[in-house]
């Protein structure tokens, strides 16, 4: 399901698809307050809301880069990343004061309920629209943004836009991916990374609730971790690139794996185990909000919601493996196997493309040469020179 509502986004655009997600969790939210004890209705309330979740940011932090200048992408996504750790805290705090889970969980609907009064304000991708050949569509959203900042849309405008829209030969849905070999590779490399990110976190590892016999104060403490993380590795990504944060959470999540596969062997228990846990978390965390960033940067307008859910997807089918691995007979061995798959992702997106004050590729030709010329080593990233001086 999850898949279907991030395809929705490529074919008919950013704000229908907000419009599904949104209904899911209002409906998902009441179907579990009114029908609580109907195990069919259950699991589908549970079932919406969990695929619409990744559908309901990407489409946000996709529109949101789009419309942003090259310089500020990274507090964009910055925003959008340490909103859910914020949220996730709230959640705590809320469920907290409202011990019933009826009130909490109906607070949880109304909250989401109000967003549609806002929906007006979210536009349509001006990109999206170009490449789906609406032109005329696309330079009145891009005038009334304009309007809203209270400036003018330069002359050109419209030019840059009917070139954008030449894009629209390229709608090839999936096979989209396999147009040249740079935009395969980088999609490869964005699968394995979202895979073992899914694997890392969610493996069957020290339950954070055992740090305090509070649950609702481990979610805040869950949620403050994650905002932290998330704005570390931001301030880095603008900072240094996203290609060498990426590497370094990698690195980090490989590194405490192999510390907690030490202390199980030394057989430490404990308090100490928790914080190697949550350290895991922590790097885990920081490598998926850098990740998101590169996905949608390094994709082609046309192909970027059919690149993101083709990798959730597949990082989806990676999760089935997850039971085999928690029900190891040896518990030191999942985190031997942890440490060897982070190795791997730190390894593999280390090749992605530099994509920090970068113009973003629109046409799947864009994204065939996207990165070409760029040193390995490099960091520091500067602006393209038409963007130099912008």
């Known amino acids: 399901m999850q898949v279907e509502l991030t395809l929705a986004a490529g074919r008919y655009g950013r704000r229908p698809q907000q419009l599904l997600c949104l209904s899911a969790h209002v409906l998902s939210r009441l179907l579990v307050v009114l029908a609580p004890h109907v195990l069919p209705l259950f699991i589908l309330a549970e079932s919406l809301v969990s695929a619409a979740a990744g559908p309901l940011t990407e489409s946000v932090l996709s529109v949101g880069l789009e419309l942003t200048d090259i310089k500020h992408r990274t507090a964009v996504n910055r925003y959008g990343c340490c909103s859910t750790a914020v949220g996730m805290m709230l959640a705590g705090l809320v469920s907290w004061g409202l011990p019933n889970w009826n009130y909490s969980l109906s607070f949880a609907a109304l909250s989401c309920f109000i967003l549609f009064f806002f929906f007006s304000w979210f536009p349509e991708s001006p990109r999206w629209l170009a490449c789906r050949g609406r032109e005329q569509e696309a330079l009145a959203v891009v005038r009334r943004i304009a309007a809203t900042n209270g400036s003018t849309v330069p002359p050109f405008t419209l030019q840059v836009i009917q070139t954008v829209g030449k894009s629209k030969t390229d709608r090839k849905g999936f096979l989209g991916i396999f147009s040249s070999w740079n935009v395969f ?30 649950p609702f104060l481990g979610i805040v403490a869950q949620g403050a971790a994650k905002f932290t993380a998330y704005y570390l590795v931001n301030y ?21 794996c192999v510390l907690i596969f030490c202390l199980l062997t030394a057989h430490v228990t404990g308090a100490a185990i928790v914080m190697a846990t949550m350290l895991m978390q922590f790097s885990t965390v920081a490598n998926v909000g850098m990740v998101n960033l590169q996905s949608i940067e390094v994709h082609p307008t046309c192909l970027r919601q059919i690149a993101t859910s083709v990798e959730w997807a597949v990082a989806g089918v990676a999760m089935s493996s997850l039971p085999y691995l928690a029900l190891m007979d040896d518990k030191r061995l999942p985190f031997a196997i942890l440490a060897a798959l982070n190795l791997v992702v730190a390894f593999s997106v280390s090749f992605l493309p530099e994509s920090a004050l970068q113009r973003l590729p629109e046409t799947l030709r864009d994204g065939a040469i996207f990165g070409r010329g760029q040193r390995y080593w490099s960091w520091k990233p500067k602006p393209t020179p038409e963007y130099a001086k912008g």
Do not use: E, H
């Open 185 to 214: 590779r980088n999609t490869v490399i964005l699968i394995v990374a979202r895979s073992v990110y899914l694997l890392t976190m969610y493996s069957p590892v020290i339950a954070v609730s055992r740090l305090s016999a509070n």
């Open 236 to 256: 880095f990504g603008a900072r240094f690139g996203r290609r060498w944060p990426g590497v370094a959470s990698a690195l980090l999540a490989a590194m405490v």
